[in-house]
């Protein structure tokens, strides 16, 4: 059951229950006035709600009617509270339609926003999400983040789909314990990390997570979004602490690991430097080019890949026997032929490792 959280519609200032207070006691308020040393005017003001109890005020209270200052103190704060809250919902009522491009029902459904009961308190939830009081904080914190990610050029994208998955992303690699990055690590962990290729997730999952913490990058996996096309993203959490971001996209263990090795490859080629708007399509072409060629390497270094291609026979056999003889699952040879065209697109394809999402983790 989802917790609910009684909040007011309607804000009493704390003049009413003074007005009551002195109804009560037959007071009048030029008497009070006279009882606290305080104008008359400042006493109608209270009364009225337009001016507050300050602490001071709340002190004289107390002495004339024996009920403490933190009284009138919490009936002060709650009023301004509540008051800066329904001012709030009335602004956010106006920017409903900004609002309803988040792909909001598919967020509650992957559990990072609750359900909330209105359509303005669910407006407050997704801008706690993303860690924003306005949509103007939002738009200056994300129209432009610094994040490098590989996106498809075949799907009509939203930027605030997209942000609500680097955010959730941004979210869970927080949480996650990482020592300060070291490249020189990194790329040790990279060469043990190949060797995962062939693992199942239940065993390269957190594997692949505790090398890469132990050099400083964290490592999610976070489900795609509607609308946003990316199978991965590398961005800087801070100054000690970068982020990969997988959505296993194509659900498919070459596809997987090449993201994986491209982002690596922005961290190790570009490192703190890399940046997209959210509104592009991906970062420029030779840097791309560079994390792509990163990764096709770090996967099949080059020398085998010639020497395989001058004796290929076209057989699943001799990819199976080329796979095993670099130690890696014959599925990337598998989707590298294909990339380059040496097999087209419907070959071959048993050989790669299917992988599907259950809750929140990853299976075969």
């Excluded at 007071?27 to 008359?40: F, I, S, V, W, Y």
């Excluded at 001012?87 to 909001?104: G, I």
């Excluded at 995962?196 to 990058?217: K, N, S, Y």
């Excluded at 290929?312 to 989707?335: L, Q, T």
Aim: include cysteine.
């Amino acid at each position: 059951m989802s917790e609910y959280h009684f909040q007011p519609d309607y804000a009493i200032p704390p003049g009413e229950t003074l007005q009551e207070e002195l109804t009560s006691r037959g007071m009048t308020q030029a008497e009070l006035a006279d009882r606290t040393g305080m104008a008359k005017k400042t006493i109608n003001e209270i009364v009225k709600g337009k001016a507050p109890i300050t602490p001071e005020t709340a002190l004289k209270l107390e002495h004339v009617f024996g009920l403490p200052a933190h009284f009138w103190n919490a009936l002060e704060q709650n009023y301004r509270e509540t008051k800066a809250r329904l001012d709030e919902q009335d602004r956010l009522q106006e920017d409903l339609s900004w609002f309803q491009q988040f792909p909001v029902q598919e967020m509650i459904k992957f559990g990072w926003l609750r359900r909330c009961q209105s359509k303005v308190e669910q407006f407050q939830e997704l801008l706690t999400f993303f860690g924003v009081s306005s949509t103007s904080a939002w738009q200056t914190v994300w129209e432009n983040p610094q994040t490098a990610y590989r996106q498809s050029q075949c799907v009509t994208v939203h930027r605030e789909a997209i942000s609500a998955w680097l955010r959730q992303g941004e979210r869970v690699g927080h949480q996650l314990d990482c020592a300060p990055y070291r490249e020189s690590q990194f790329r040790k962990s990279l060469k043990r990390i190949r060797e995962l290729t062939r693992e199942t997730p239940t065993i390269f999952v957190p594997q692949l997570q505790e090398l890469c913490a132990e050099a400083g990058v964290a490592v999610v996996f976070v489900r795609e979004l509607p609308r946003t096309g990316i199978s991965g993203a590398t961005r800087w959490l801070n100054t000690n602490k970068a982020l990969i971001q997988l959505s296993l996209r194509y659900k498919s263990n070459d596809h997987l690991w090449f993201t994986f090795f491209h982002e690596a490859g922005h961290i190790v080629k570009h490192g703190k430097e890399i940046f997209l708007e959210i509104n592009g399509n991906g970062l420029d072409g030779e840097k791309e080019e560079e994390a792509n060629q990163f990764a096709c390497n770090e996967l099949i270094p080059p020398e085998h890949w010639h020497e395989f291609l001058e004796t290929f026979d076209h057989s699943v056999v001799e990819v199976c026997r080329f796979a095993k003889k670099i130690n890696i699952d014959p599925g990337i040879v598998v989707g590298r032929l294909q990339h380059e065209k040496v097999w087209g697109h419907e070959k071959g394809n048993k050989l790669k490792v299917r992988l599907v999402w259950s809750d929140e983790t990853i299976t075969t």
